[in-house]
């Protein structure tokens, strides 16, 4: 069974910073692309960011580009989003997703998903 477990959410002031971590098992971790959705309270799921398998290919939300980056350390597998310069809509609940690719990730169609960190961004 695959499992992905996120770390390293919590409380941030506006303007700061936070690093999120997903340790992935039960699969070939570099076989597969990750990625990060959110969910604010009383909105939509929505995507963030992607990272290829090998790491050389990334896709980003508009809403967080040039502020979040997203890596992987294959020998760890283990995914990240470094997340800068948060603003309170950033406030969300944060999962890690893993799929076949970029393009089904960013369809909503990612083949597994963790369980969640809640991120909160004060004003």
């Known amino acids: 069974q695959v499992q992905l477990v996120e770390s390293g959410g919590g409380l941030v002031q506006a303007g700061g910073s936070l690093r999120l971590s997903c340790a992935a098992s039960g699969r070939t971790f570099s076989s597969y692309a990750m990625g990060w959705f959110r969910q604010a309270p009383g909105k939509e799921r929505e995507f963030v960011a992607s990272?290829?398998?090998?790491?050389?290919?990334?896709d980003y939300a508009d809403s967080v580009k040039g502020r979040f980056t997203i890596s992987r350390d294959n020998a760890k597998n283990t995914v990240y989003l470094q997340m800068n310069s948060l603003k309170p809509e950033d406030t969300a609940v944060y999962y890690c997703?893993?799929?076949?690719?970029?393009?089904?990730?960013?369809?909503?169609?990612?083949?597994?998903w963790g369980q969640g960190t809640q991120v909160t961004v004060s004003s």
């Open positions: 990272i290829s398998g090998g790491g050389s290919s990334t």
């Open positions: 997703t893993m799929g076949r690719s970029l393009i089904l990730i960013r369809a909503g169609s990612p083949n597994y």
